[in-house]
């Protein structure tokens, strides 16, 4: 399984501890900060190198992290319209 964690600011919580798993278990698990302006072409090309079978998107709630629901989506809907 791969996880991919949609941020803003520092890793708290849930996503903090799935990092950290992922790291133990020697699984991938990219980190895209929605703070920086991630390009999406490089996300994808990154994706597209792992051996994925489950692909698992996470980051804070909305009530935690304002406007990361709309960030995300957007960047998600660019990363499916590339070619």
Do not use: H
């Not at 490089?42 to 709309?70: F, H, M, T």
Request: proline fraction near 5%; aromatic fraction near 8%; charge should be positive.
């Amino acid at each position: 399984m791969f996880r991919r964690a949609l941020n803003c600011g520092r890793l708290t919580g849930g996503t903090a501890y799935t990092q950290r798993v992922a790291r133990q278990l020697g699984r991938p698990c990219l980190v895209v900060s929605l703070d920086d302006c991630p390009d999406p072409e490089w996300v994808r090309d990154w994706l597209a190198k792992q051996v994925i079978r489950v692909l698992n998107v996470l980051g804070p709630r909305e009530s935690k992290c304002l406007g990361i629901y709309d960030q995300s989506r957007d960047f998600l809907r660019v990363m499916r319209t590339m070619a």
